[in-house]
């Protein structure tokens, strides 16, 4: 096995390790955590198919190390005061709506920037269904990854990280609530669509 099998080995493993955290996330009702995961795992698995045994993997190419240190040395010196940082990561996550998808704007700490996440309209209409169903009769929510995936109307399965995202929000509206130290439960099921209606007219459309 030469050393770009052996890389594209160590990239597969990390991709499984990765989606057993989105479950372990997902089980302790860290959605927006299960988002973030899904998407790395993501990022590892097109990365494991770029690698070739022959040689030919697509890499982006690296700066010399001198521009990497002068990159951060420019950084470091336009960086603002502690302070607004933390205001700027006080005030995300922030929902949007955008061309009739649900937006979730983020800040990533280690890029130091936003990221955006988003989700079409028709998942969140699935997600609130769910929700009716999956809930049981003492409110509680049964855990997503007992019903995940879902399916849009056309029969076509949604990925997992567009419900997480959908289900993020209903928890920011008021909709799904904490429950204990590890779930969520859906206290009030009636007038869901409306209420969802209600909020989605609510946000700011870019």
Same mark, same amino acid.
């Given at each position: 096995?030469?050393?770009?099998?052996?890389?594209?080995?160590?990239?597969?493993?990390?991709?499984?390790?990765?989606?057993?955290?989105?479950?372990?996330?997902?089980?302790?009702?860290?959605?927006?955590?299960?988002?973030?995961?899904?998407?790395?795992?993501?990022?590892?698995?097109?990365?494991?198919?770029?690698?070739?045994?022959?040689?030919?993997?697509?890499?982006?190419?690296?700066?010399?190390?001198?521009?990497?240190?002068?990159?951060?040395?420019?950084?470091?010196?336009?960086?603002?005061?502690?302070?607004?940082?933390?205001?700027?990561?006080?005030?995300?996550?922030?929902?949007?709506?955008?061309?009739?998808?649900?937006?979730?704007?983020?800040?990533?700490?280690?890029?130091?920037? $936003?990221?955006?996440?988003?989700?079409?309209? +028709?998942? @969140? /209409?699935? #997600?609130?269904?769910?929700?009716?169903?999956?809930?049981?009769?003492?409110?509680?929510?049964?855990?997503?990854?007992?019903?995940?995936?879902?399916?849009?109307?056309?029969?076509?399965?949604?990925?997992?990280?567009?419900?997480?995202?959908?289900?993020?929000?209903?928890?920011?509206?008021?909709?799904?609530?904490?429950?204990?130290?590890?779930?969520?439960?859906?206290?009030?099921?009636?007038?869901? $669509?409306?209420?969802?209606?209600?909020?989605? +007219?609510? @946000? /700011?459309? #870019?």
């Amino acid at each position: 096995m030469n050393r770009l099998q052996k890389a594209r080995k160590s990239l597969d493993s990390a991709e499984s390790s990765i989606r057993t955290l989105v479950a372990d996330a997902a089980n302790a009702g860290d959605y927006d955590e299960a988002v973030n995961l899904t998407n790395l795992a993501k990022t590892l698995a097109n990365l494991a198919k770029s690698v070739t045994p022959n040689g030919g993997e697509e890499a982006a190419q690296l700066s010399p190390p001198e521009t990497k240190k002068r990159a951060t040395h420019e950084q470091e010196g336009s960086a603002k005061p502690r302070s607004t940082k933390k205001s700027k990561r006080r005030s995300y996550p922030r929902f949007i709506q955008s061309n009739g998808d649900l937006v979730k704007v983020g800040w990533s700490k280690s890029a130091s920037k $936003e990221y955006q996440h988003k989700a079409p309209r +028709e998942v @969140l /209409s699935a #997600v609130s269904n769910a929700l009716k169903v999956q809930r049981m009769d003492d409110g509680v929510l049964r855990p997503p990854q007992e019903f995940l995936p879902l399916s849009n109307v056309s029969g076509e399965q949604i990925p997992d990280y567009q419900s997480y995202l959908c289900i993020a929000w209903l928890r920011e509206i008021g909709i799904v609530e904490r429950h204990g130290r590890h779930g969520y439960s859906v206290p009030d099921p009636s007038n869901i $669509e409306d209420r969802i209606a209600n909020a989605w +007219e609510q @946000l /700011s459309n #870019v």
